[in-house]
């Protein structure tokens, strides 16, 4: 166990500072991810982690990727591309907390329940960043009329199609994770006892994507929406245009890390319940 834990403080801390180097991480991030990524370590395996590493990189990666066709609708979300404490914990923190649950109650469901997650985190996030991108304007989840790019709640076409392959991505690295750890007989007897499960691909994709169409449903509905008394735009900030914005709707405490939290469980509890009916 203590070894455990140095090899994955070490290893957090290290990929956490190349983080906060590359500007993907602020200092309250980096601190999180550094505890995040050292409980899933210790309490799960590589596997859990690397899985973990993989939503990170990739949307970190993707975050960064034709950033300035991005500005527009950066400037309406509350958080930016460099993510806080706050984003760490909203992503990665229920991801923690069910590999420690697995370590305390040793069963696979914790395994879906983590990979469910995991792929709606990395739904979510692909959606947003290459959804962007979308040359048509996205239409609002619960009307579907075309609304304004960064729009809260608003899908496309485009980045429907990436929260699909987030989703399956997440999926089949953990089935690859696993089966790596087989062969080189890495796992630690906790682990030992998932079995390496195919099926785990398409349980991700759809708790995932449904995850993904959750969190898109809370921003069209209950989070947090605010208006620049400058500009007039409509925005996820609590100040905009260098002034205080106003709220104009849904709930005063739902901002976006609410949301993912929100969100990410009801990915994890789609798992669970396939889990449940299919095994």
Known sequence: MWLSLLFGLIGSSMIALVAYRLQSLSSSGALAAIGVGTILYMSGSVAWFGTLILFFITSSGLSKWRKREKQQTDSVYEKGSRRDAGQVLANGGLAAVISM????????????????????????????????????????????????????????????????????VIGGAAVGLLMLEEQFESATSETIRLVVDP???????????????????????????????????????????????VHIRGWSWMNNDAVNMISSSVGGGIAVIIWICYY
């Open 101 to 168: 649950g697995y370590i305390v109650f040793p069963h696979p469901v914790w395994w879906y329940a983590f990979v469910g997650v995991m792929a709606t985190v990395t739904a979510d996030t692909w959606a947003t960043e290459i959804g962007s991108l979308s040359r048509m304007e996205p239409r609002s989840i619960l009307s579907l009329k075309r609304v304004p790019r960064g729009t809260s709640g608003a899908v496309s076409r485009l980045g429907s199609l990436a929260a699909v392959l987030g989703a399956v």
């Open 199 to 245: 099926n785990l691909i398409w349980i991700a994709l759809l708790g995932g994507f449904l995850g993904a169409m959750t969190d898109s449903i809370l921003g069209a509905t209950v989070q947090s929406m605010r208006r620049c008394s400058i500009c007039g735009k409509e925005v996820e900030h609590t100040s905009h245009c260098s002034v205080p914005t």
